[in-house]
T-cell receptor, first 114, second 111 residues
Framework: GAGVSQTPSNKVTEKGKYVELRCDPI?????LYWYRQSLGQGPEFLIY????????DSGLPNDRFFAVRPEGSVSTLKIQRTERGDSAVYLC????????????FGQGTRLTVV | GQQVMQIPQYQHVQEGEDFTTYCNSS?????IQWYKQRPGGHPVFLIQ?????EVKKQKRLTFQFGEAKKNSSLHITATQTTDVGTYFC???????????FGTGTRLKVLA
């Protein structure tokens, strides 16, 4: 596709459930970022992939959060045992090579944990 | 840890007035990017600054990177209603690809 695609656009889940959020980056972009944005705040860094490997996962809040990018393209953010505090918009961004290049954001997945 | 603050948090201006938002980092940055996010939308890249003291212009927008590479500013001349949104800076430090976003400045333009 022409841009970064994230699915689903909205996800409502019950506390304690497992969720997967998908990101389809721009074709050919090797760098992929996941951010989390709460209302009225700036995007909060979660994890950065260069190719298939997680180059920096220091932003993942705890071990309930995990992300993969097995073939260096599509990425999945996985959240186990969801909590109400996980409710936010999860944004994915991709760029050609990472540092010093423009990042293109997807529309985000709005996660609501009830 | 690294913190990036922006001021002001909110700004209401009359259409045609100028607007400036300031970005301050607790640590020296290797580069800084600016993004605009419209209400209900996602961040859209505006520009990147890399060099100390760098100034870049895009039509009515002027971006500056401080000499010490710890602060930056975005100035909009003669605002228009299409400038409405939240402006974020995002900086990274040497040796890392992690961009830390600022707190954002929400701009409202009154027609």
């Amino acid at each position: 596709g022409a841009g970064v695609s994230q699915t689903p656009s909205n996800k409502v889940t019950e506390k304690g459930k497992y969720v997967e959020l998908r990101c389809d980056p721009i074709s050919g972009h090797t760098a992929l970022y996941w951010y989390r944005q709460s209302l009225g705040q700036g995007p909060e860094f979660l994890i950065y992939f260069q190719g298939t490997g997680a180059a920096d996962d220091s932003g993942l809040p705890n071990d309930r959060f995990f992300a993969v990018r097995p073939e260096g393209s599509v990425s999945t953010l996985k959240i186990q045992r969801t909590e109400r505090g996980d409710s936010a918009v999860y944004l994915c961004a991709s760029s050609r090579s990472g540092l010093n290049t423009e990042a293109f954001f997807g529309q985000g997945t709005r996660l609501t944990v009830v | 840890g690294q913190q990036v603050m922006q001021i002001p948090q909110y700004q209401h201006v009359q259409e045609g007035e100028d607007f400036t938002t300031y970005c301050n980092s607790s640590t020296t940055l290797s580069n800084i990017q600016w993004y605009k996010q419209r209400p209900g939308g996602h961040p859209v890249f505006l520009i990147q600054l890399v060099k100390s003291g760098e100034v870049k212009k895009q039509k009515r927008l002027t971006f500056q990177f401080g000499e010490a590479k710890k602060n930056s500013s975005l100035h909009i001349t003669a605002t228009q209603t299409t400038d409405v949104g939240t402006y974020f800076c995002a900086g990274t430090t040497s040796g890392t690809y992690k961009y830390i976003f600022g707190t954002g400045t929400r701009l409202k333009v009154l027609a």
